[in-house]
């Protein structure tokens, strides 16, 4: 993950800002329930965003950085997300354990009515007890998390540069020092 992301995020040789961007909006769009899509989503989103100085951002850290969601991670995340939906939409005696939510899965009409009708509140049934939950439950987590990575990256980024400068200014008086004549 180190050599994947981290390292590639700080020898970009673009703006500390505009990398950092690229980690916000792949961070954002990672940590959404649209695995499978996100990296359309972020070539969509960037293509978009590329022609103004200030929404650009960097494209390959934006698509590296959405992989933080996985076949792993998307279980866990996804649970994340229902929980927080259900405490958004305020129903709070919903929220449950894990068992409970892999639960939502079992549809206990099936092949009651005609197989349209069966599919049909069968989506309903998933909208309401799990997607609606989830479709609002990601927006925090996106929000939080990709300000968190946007500030943590530029950070990084710019100490890199720092001690880089720091560096060489040291490296530099040195040189002048044992430079003969001086």
């Given at each position: 993950?180190r ?29 959404t ?11 969509a ?6 022609l103004?100085?200030k ?11 959405v992989w ?16 927080t ?7 709070f ?27 049909t509140?069968?989506?309903?049934y ?9 479709a ?13 990575g946007?500030r943590l990256s ?6 890199r540069?720092?001690?880089?400068l720091?560096?060489r ?11 003969p004549?001086?």
């Amino acid at each position: 993950m180190r050599y994947k992301l981290v390292v590639p995020m700080k020898r970009s040789p673009h703006p500390p800002e505009y990398t950092a961007r690229g980690v916000f909006w792949g961070v954002f769009w990672g940590l959404t329930p649209l695995v499978g899509i996100q990296m359309p989503i972020v070539t969509a989103h960037w293509l978009l965003f590329r022609l103004h100085p200030k929404t650009s951002f960097h494209l390959i850290q934006g698509l590296a950085w959405v992989w933080i969601s996985n076949v792993f991670t998307m279980v866990p995340m996804y649970y994340g997300f229902y929980v927080t939906g259900q405490v958004m939409l305020g129903r709070f005696r919903h929220v449950s354990g894990y068992d409970s939510f892999s639960k939502l899965f079992n549809f206990a009409a099936w092949q009651e009515d005609t197989f349209w009708e069966t599919i049909t509140h069968y989506f309903e049934y998933v909208w309401e007890q799990f997607g609606l939950p989830l479709a609002v439950g990601w927006i925090p987590w996106a929000v939080a998390g990709g300000w968190v990575g946007y500030r943590l990256s530029l950070k990084i980024i710019r100490d890199r540069r720092q001690r880089i400068l720091a560096k060489r200014l040291r490296d530099s008086l040195a040189a002048d020092d044992t430079a003969p004549g001086a």
